[in-house]
């Protein structure tokens, strides 16, 4: 069976009993619907908080198709549950844009899924749609401040960055002209779209702490200049009030659950090639103080997500999480190791030897901030014995723990080794993370020891657009701000046919955003689309639905 077909055979359980599982009453969530309900923020407890376990889940640099962290993510907290550490996942919402492009949904696959997958894959509980009508709101002031003779700012319009987003991949929106039509209908200017998921809320709903917090973020938000070079910020809109309004529901995270009926929570979706790519604070604040464990997870390979989680997200909101499980697969090491796409399902130890090197970067990588990773093999069904014997020695020769997690194809009991190995590690005292770099660095020190650091960079190299935007950021005061760099996710380098673990090269910085709001500066390097497109055969030609509602397939 397929993934909707396993997903749709398992009956859910009342959402109320899910709760009852986080020693909540069915008056202490909001319902939607049977299977799906919001959080109220004062069930947050700072205390229970720092007592609870974070287990952060991230992976090698991945194939195009994903290794699979979001299933190990589930079937890990399956297998927690499963040994008797009550364990909650908390996870990000699924972007439109990869549902209907090329990599699916994001709900996890076979028996480690959260459910009601349809929902969640699809409109869920309109988090994003609310991020979406935000953001553009700002658009719409902006547009109509510079076309004002009475109340205008003086804003210049070719300074402005802020553009509009949907989620949909559409690189048809990625460069517009709007305000065409006369003098009725605005002034024209170059500007374009986003996605969603892409957007500067999307990442300031993931940081921000609560209501007042995310509504002071969202005044924060850099527009561009006067024509006098005065800055102008969303506040000077007045926006920010309107704009959390529009968010009141989208800031509180989403309870639903597992195949096996333990407790998920999913909540916001950056991703992390161009913003944080974890799910938001409050949600993991959430899950650790209604669970003693909390597994989670980070997008894209340790370089970027989880690089991300701890420099920028765990340095703000104040977490420390007690183990690291890196995801590896046989299929991604064939891949570092020299072998194409079509020919990953081929067995070939000798390339997954080959592409070890990778692994071991990103172990190295997680050492660095002195945390302890677990390596799980997320087994596939074509996988060989000596292909995993092989992962399992090159982890022994450094001494880290490698299990066969079996999570697609036999959920929570896959996963129990892993469990039980992740479980010995946090429940030891573990000392706190320490972080690659201090927020009152200079940026262009933070830049270095990221890349260099946890990409292998030999050095860095800032085009002229790049420098002056350093200029800018120290005009404007905001040399504090931590970085969150901008790069494929196909690589260690910012170079996507540099595969494996590559060495002295040279990392290039083409421009350095300013996300104000969010609360960091977002070096671009390589060629970073913020509106990817659909491919040749989108997965949205392979979705239906029948007379009778029932949606098929999603994946």
């Given at each position: 069976?397929?993934?909707i077909d ?9 959402i ?7 020693n909540l009453?069915e ?8 299977h799906?309900?919001?959080l109220?923020?004062?069930l ?12 952060l889940?991230s ?15 589930i ?7 499963k ?14 844009g ?7 949904g ?9 459910v ?7 409109h869920?509980?309109?988090d ?5 009508k ?9 547009d109509?401040?510079?076309?004002s003779?009475?109340r205008?700012?003086n804003i ?9 987003v949907?989620?949909m991949n ?6 517009t002209?709007v305000g065409l ?7 024209p ?12 809320i999307?990442?300031i709903?993931?940081?921000?702490n ?6 002071k973020?969202?005044?924060n ?19 920010q ?9 989208a ?25 944080q ?7 993991t604040?959430m ?8 597994v989670?997870?980070a ?9 991300k989680?701890?420099?920028?997200k ?14 590896a ?39 660095a ?9 997320n ?5 060989t ?13 450094l ?10 194809g036999k959920?929570?009991?896959g ?8 479980a010995e590690?946090?429940?030891q005292?573990?000392p706190?993370?320490k ?19 946890i990409y ?7 085009t ?19 970085v ?9 380098s ?14 290039t910085v ?5 996300a104000?709001?969010a ?6 390097t ?20 029948d ?9």
């Open positions: 069976m397929n993934d396993i997903a749709r055979k398992t009956p859910m359980a009342h109320g009993q899910i709760a009852e599982k986080l009453k008056s202490d969530i909001e319902l939607i619907g049977k799906k309900a919001k109220p923020l004062h947050i407890d700072d205390k229970k908080v720092g007592d609870s376990k974070l287990i889940v992976a090698i640099s991945p194939t195009p198709a994903g290794e699979g962290k979001t299933t190990v993510s079937g890990l907290s399956q297998g927690l549950n040994i008797g550490k009550p364990t909650t996942v908390v996870l990000r919402e699924p972007s439109l990869p549902v209907f492009g090329i990599k699916g994001a709900t996890g696959g076979g028996y480690s899924q959260v009601p997958m349809e929902d969640i894959n699809l869920f509980t309109g994003f749609s609310a991020i979406e935000a953001h553009n709101l700002l658009s719409a002031l902006i109509n401040n510079i076309q003779k009475t205008s700012l210049d319009p070719r300074t402005v960055l802020w553009k509009r949907m989620d559409d690189r048809a929106l990625r460069n002209v039509g006369g003098t009725g209908s605005g002034i200017r170059e500007t374009g779209f986003d996605i969603t998921a892409a957007s500067e999307m990442a709903l993931c940081l921000a609560d209501l007042s917090d995310l509504k973020r969202l005044g938000i850099f527009v561009g200049f006067t024509f006098d070079k005065k800055p102008i910020y969303a506040r000077d809109l007045n926006a009030g309107a704009m959390a309004a529009l968010m009141k529901d800031i509180k995270p989403n309870l639903v659950q597992t195949l096996e009926h333990t407790p998920a929570i999913i909540h916001g979706g950056p991703f992390a090639n161009i913003a790519g974890t799910n938001s604070v409050i949600a604040k899950g650790l103080s209604l669970s003693k464990y909390v989670t997870e997008g894209f390979g340790f370089d970027l997500g989880a690089e989680f701890f420099d920028i765990c340095q703000s909101a104040g977490l420390s999480p007690s183990a690291v499980v890196l995801v697969t046989v299929r991604a090491l064939k891949y570092h190791g020299g072998v194409s796409l079509k020919e990953l399902n081929a067995p070939n130890t000798k390339a997954v030897k080959k592409g070890l090197e990778n692994l071991e970067k990103h172990l190295e990588n997680i050492k901030f002195n945390v302890t990773p677990v390596v799980a093999i087994a596939f069904t074509l996988d014995e000596d292909e995993h014997q092989a992962i399992k020695q090159k982890c022994s020769e001494g880290v723990k490698a299990v066969i997690a079996d999570i697609w959920g929570g009991e996963g129990t080794d892993l469990a039980r190995e992740v590690v946090v429940d005292d573990q706190p993370f972080p690659i770099y201090q927020w009152d660095e200079p940026v262009e020190e933070k830049i270095r020891k990221v890349a260099t650091r292998g960079a030999a050095a860095i190299d800032y002229k657009k790049a420098k002056n935007n350093l200029r800018k950021i120290e005009r404007l005061g905001l040399q504090h701000l931590p969150c760099i901008a790069k494929t996710q196909k690589s260690l910012d170079n996507p046919a540099l595969l494996g673990r590559p060495k002295d090269f040279v990392v083409r421009e350095i955003e300013i104000a709001g609360g960091f500066l977002v070096p671009i390589g060629d970073i689309m913020r509106m990817p497109g659909l491919p040749a055969t989108p997965a949205a030609e392979g979705i239906d639905i007379e009778d509602g029932k949606i098929c397939g999603l994946f």
